[in-house]
């Protein structure tokens, strides 16, 4: 069963935006840990961004002044607004939960999937120069 959904992601230029959102519609718990992570082509999981349970957002050196992340006021959605886009953006993004482990960090977050939490199947995003 899918229990989380994201949307969002295409092709753009570098500097243009994209919002990806996340459904959370079907996730059957509340989480402890939500965010994304993205993964290119031959390259390790990233993680980009977090949202802890007191909604405080940590995000990846990378990304840091470009992306936002945020769930909408019913907390069935998780967005990631992204801005100021660069070819080194392109990958496939993820949405990620937990809803027994907090988020220790952004960069912990792709491995939650590895020790029981769920992902999504994945939003392409594509920039180019």
């Known amino acids: 069963q899918v229990q989380l959904v994201e949307s969002g992601g295409g092709s753009v230029q570098a500097g243009g935006s994209l919002k990806l959102s996340c459904s959370f519609a079907k996730y059957p718990e509340n989480p402890t840990c939500m965010g994304w992570f993205r993964q290119a082509p031959g390259k390790e999981r990233e993680g980009v961004a977090i949202?802890?349970?007191?909604?405080?957002?940590d995000y990846a050196d990378s990304v840091k002044g470009r992306f936002t992340i945020s769930q909408d006021s019913a907390k069935t959605t998780l967005y990631l607004e992204m801005n100021s886009l660069k070819p080194e953006d392109t990958g496939m993004y993820y949405c990620?939960?937990?809803?027994?482990?907090?988020?220790?960090?952004?960069?912990?977050?792709?491995?939650?999937?590895?020790?029981?939490?769920?992902r999504g199947q994945g939003t392409q995003v594509s920039v180019s120069s």
């Open positions: 990620a939960a937990d809803h027994i482990f907090e988020c220790t960090s952004v960069v912990g977050l792709p491995f939650i999937v590895d020790r029981g939490g769920t």
């Open positions: 949202l802890r349970t007191d909604g405080n957002p």
